[in-house]
């Protein structure tokens, strides 16, 4: 059974501006964001079966509300964030508490070092990606590779829409692929071409990725997605997956969809 | 060509996710190059690689621009500490444990700063001045008490040798002297060079004299005319010598003997032994051999045409020397000093059977600077090949032959280039 961890957006809005998604300008309509994670909760919770851990939300913390970044857990053992950003730096303290709350071991990273959870740490059992150059540090995963006993194979993310890896890279329970290649340096598509076979890789168009088509939650064979993305929708149900497309066109106006909005726990 | 270099290392699962490839394409795309110095592979998927990469570029700037492009990719610069140093504890003496300088580049950390270290030359130590963040060598005898000496091998690194642009004998030199080689092609490309050196020698660019360093058998086997014109069209800028070069050259002026030896008749004249002793006498008497040459007493010849053309010219002075000439330097710590202090500047030597003045000033110049040493004894190229530059090359061969083959190839290549 799949728990993962959430935390309502009471305070979430657009307070400041760290990527090429946020503008001040363009305000979060409070109450349709609290409808809409709503409904990603009862989507997660009915149609997907998943567990929910609900955290408190802190005001004056907009970004809380996007728990893929509260660090990466494994094993009983949880590393939290190394925010790159100061505005959200204030957030580490609460995902580790919260983390300690739980009974995790919980290691830290050194001060200074730059990892943004399962943000930019994500992967198959055997093998994890970390994306690094937008917001993590690539020095950070030969620490966690000894860590978690995992092999990390860090990639560049070479375009700043596409800050974090979760936004442009999803591996399914199947072992495919849901990824957008031009948000990687030919480096790294080579070597995700070299590791997962053609017919295991899903491209969603264009238009979809920059929708964060990418961005999904996936749970045994269903995948929560946000809505807007009908033809990656179709790729998925063609290879076996059960798509669940759900509005959170709120979340994008930071920079968030439907996986940044939770975090995989064990 | 001196290279400015800098250790990165780079861990964690650097082969399978090509980071170490992509780092060391960075490096070959800005125009760098880059020694992979230590490589440890994990044996398994999830232990990680570690890599030792030297990074090398032609210059200080470009070096730190291909550092900076690489850092986000996890090649962390290493650690290194300051160079150690030590008063001198008196004059003239170094402190123990002093590091000795070889003939190759080398850079000195001070306070977190590789710092080139300046006038290189083999067996000297290394004076740092911490505060200008300056570093040079220093011969044994000319240190002072109280000096910041380099001591032990710490925060000392020496660059290997690029191998030369120019694909030439020089180039591709591996430290072996042959007698059996065709020394046409090495003459040849010997002879290119002095031409490009010449032309940077006339537009005033630095790093373009070229230094022949003789002995009086260039004389007596009947290269002196080769020789004055090779000084005379501007092929040669700086001339070492002993006494007996300049005596024997101005003997054949004078008497048209070299050791008594008469050049025209072919066979020793009556009393020609003591030509050269009268020749220096003459000259001590008039002053110098450049007043000589001005007065008009001596006309032809190798000294008369560094007069002519203003070559710079330092004689040291043997034991056995006769006279000596004026002008030859008798204490030998001075003479060396003499020598080092018309080193910078040299692009090319030329050492001429003379294993005394050829050993001497191979001592003297840095490993950067391409040599030719030229004897009829193999011990001699031997020696200096043994010295380990790329950029040595030993020609078994009579002096007076390399010299006129050396003119006649410029002869040629000269005219053809400045047409």
Known sequence: MSRLLVCPPDYFKIEYEINPWMRRSNAVNSDEAIRQWHHLMQVLEQDVGAILERMKPVPGLPDLVFTANAGIVAGGKAVPSRFRYVERQKEEVYFADWFRAQGYEVVTLDPGSFFEGAGDLLGFPDIWFGGYRQRSDIRVYSTLSDWFHREIIPLELVDNRFYHLDTCLCPLSGGDLLYFPPAFDRYGQEVLAERIAPARRLVPPEAEALRFACNAVCVGKHLVLPAGCPETAFLLASRGYLPHPVPLDEFMKSGGSAKCLTLALD | ?419
């Not at chain 2, 003459?282 to 007043?291: D, H, L, M, W």
């Open chain 2, 1 to 419: 060509m001196l290279h400015d270099q800098e250790t990165v290392l780079l861990q964690g699962h650097i082969i399978d996710s090509l980071i170490l490839a992509k780092v060391l394409d960075t490096i070959l795309m800005m125009g760098g190059t880059f020694d992979l110095q230590d490589m440890q592979i994990g044996k398994t998927r999830e232990e990680p690689s570690r890599a030792r990469v030297m990074v090398q570029a032609s210059s200080a700037k470009l070096l730190s621009e291909i550092l900076h492009a690489i850092q986000p990719h996890g090649a962390s610069v290493e650690n290194e500490r300051d160079c150690r140093l030590a008063a001198a504890p008196a004059e003239g003496i170094f402190p123990e444990e002093f590091y000795a300088t070889t003939h190759l580049p080398t850079q000195v950390r001070v306070r977190d700063q590789w710092v080139e270290v300046e006038g290189i030359e083999m067996d000297l130590g290394i004076l740092v001045y911490p505060v200008r963040l300056t570093a040079r060598t220093v011969p044994m005898g000319e240190v002072k008490q109280g000096d910041q000496v380099v001591i032990g091998r710490e925060g000392v690194r020496v660059i290997p040798l690029q191998r030369p642009r120019n694909r030439d004998v020089f180039s591709f030199m591996e430290s072996q002297v042959s007698s059996e080689r065709p020394h046409g092609r090495v003459i040849g490309d010997i002879a290119k060079r002095l031409v490009q050196l010449r032309i940077g020698f006339r537009e005033g660019k630095a790093g373009n004299k070229v230094l022949l360093a003789g002995g009086p058998a260039i004389v007596h086997a009947g290269g002196r005319e080769a020789l004055a014109w090779l000084i005379d069209e501007e092929f040669i800028h700086v001339l070492f010598c002993g006494n007996a070069l300049p005596a024997h050259d101005m003997e054949v002026d004078l008497y048209g003997t070299s050791l008594g030896y008469g050049h025209a008749a072919g066979r020793v004249v009556p009393h020609g032994h003591e030509h050269h002793l009268r020749t220096i006498n003459r000259i001590r008497a008039i002053g110098s051999f450049e007043a000589a040459v001005k007065s008009g007493v001596i006309k032809t010849g190798i000294m008369a045409a560094c007069v002519r053309r203003g070559v710079q010219v330092v004689m040291a002075g043997t034991i056995r020397d006769d006279g000596p000439l004026p002008g030859v330097i008798t204490d030998s710590l001075e003479a060396q000093a003499a020598m080092r202090e018309a080193i910078p500047g040299i692009g090319m030597a030329l050492l001429v059977a003379s294993t005394l003045h050829a050993v001497a000033t191979g001592n003297l110049l840095p490993a950067t600077i391409p040599s030719v040493c030229v004897d009829v004894n193999p011990a001699v190229p031997t020696k200096l090949a043994d010295r380990g530059s790329f950029q040595a090359v030993g020609l078994v061969m009579d002096a007076a032959s390399f010299l006129r083959e050396l003119a006649r190839e410029l002869a040629g290549c000269s005219t053809m280039r400045e047409r």
